[in-house]
């Protein structure tokens, strides 16, 4: 095992000091677990020979099948990787991580509700998401692309429709992408996009009804 630089050891008997599991600061540290035990020997962890009641070991599985990845589920639950390890062994799951750009709109996405895609949040990372979170949602116009998670669909499409950089909106193009969202604006959020203008009457929707969305 090759011979880390000393202020990395530093960091790694810090951090392990702060609480954390060893598995964490492997994984943040991007160095092998049995580094991080090797050079954290003789610092108490709060993790030391926790016993678990039956019911947070169901908990445990039942995060499991329904998050698909097991690191994960040690994140969310504050345990080591390796006790989920050991009490979900005859549970298959299709990835173990995520990269970790993936994790950052991952993070993202469940802080805000949304995560915008661009050149560094790109489209390809989201259907990996989806594939694990079946729940998120997905829109994509022109080249532009939101993931949104359900309750949070109002301030995705306003955040998605600010994303467009359109001044002045049609009434015809907000419902289409509001349909998208399977919300709507207030009156006062559609009057400020369009300019101040009132909807048409019905026997005089058939010009704008004339005009197609770009």
Same mark, same amino acid.
């Given at each position: 095992m090759p011979s880390l630089h000393p202020s990395l050891i530093k960091k790694i008997r810090e951090e392990v000091a702060k609480g954390k599991s060893k598995s964490q600061v492997a994984r943040e540290l991007r160095v092998h677990r049995q580094t991080v035990a090797k050079y954290t020997k003789g610092i108490p962890s709060k993790y030391a020979r926790k016993k678990y009641?039956?019911?947070?070991?169901?908990?445990?599985?039942?995060?499991?099948?329904?998050?698909?990845? #097991?690191?994960e589920v040690a994140r969310v639950l504050d345990i080591p990787y390796e006790s989920v390890i050991k009490y979900t062994k005859d549970i298959k799951v299709r990835n173990k991580t995520f990269g970790e750009r993936t994790w950052e709109m991952l993070k993202e996405l469940m802080e805000k509700g949304y995560v915008l895609t661009n050149?560094?949040?790109?489209?390809?990372?989201?259907?990996?998401? @989806?594939?694990?979170?079946?729940?998120?949602?997905?829109?994509?116009?022109?080249?532009?692309?939101?993931?949104?998670?359900?309750?949070?669909?109002?301030?995705?499409? @306003?955040?998605?429709?600010? @994303?467009?950089? /359109?001044?002045?909106?049609?009434?015809? #193009?907000?419902?289409?992408?509001? /349909?998208l969202f399977e919300t709507d604006l207030t009156k006062e959020e559609k009057l400020g996009l369009v300019g101040g203008r009132r909807p048409m009457r019905k026997n005089n929707s058939k010009n704008q009804e004339s005009q197609t969305f770009k």
């Amino acid at each position: 095992m090759p011979s880390l630089h000393p202020s990395l050891i530093k960091k790694i008997r810090e951090e392990v000091a702060k609480g954390k599991s060893k598995s964490q600061v492997a994984r943040e540290l991007r160095v092998h677990r049995q580094t991080v035990a090797k050079y954290t020997k003789g610092i108490p962890s709060k993790y030391a020979r926790k016993k678990y009641t039956k019911e947070f070991i169901q908990k445990i599985r039942q995060l499991t099948r329904e998050i698909g990845i #097991k690191s994960e589920v040690a994140r969310v639950l504050d345990i080591p990787y390796e006790s989920v390890i050991k009490y979900t062994k005859d549970i298959k799951v299709r990835n173990k991580t995520f990269g970790e750009r993936t994790w950052e709109m991952l993070k993202e996405l469940m802080e805000k509700g949304y995560v915008l895609t661009n050149a560094r949040n790109p489209s390809t990372k989201i259907y990996i998401l @989806r594939k694990h979170f079946p729940k998120i949602q997905w829109v994509k116009i022109k080249g532009y692309g939101i993931a949104f998670l359900p309750e949070k669909k109002e301030e995705a499409v @306003r955040a998605f429709i600010q @994303r467009l950089g /359109k001044k002045v909106w049609s009434y015809r #193009k907000l419902r289409k992408i509001t /349909k998208l969202f399977e919300t709507d604006l207030t009156k006062e959020e559609k009057l400020g996009l369009v300019g101040g203008r009132r909807p048409m009457r019905k026997n005089n929707s058939k010009n704008q009804e004339s005009q197609t969305f770009k």
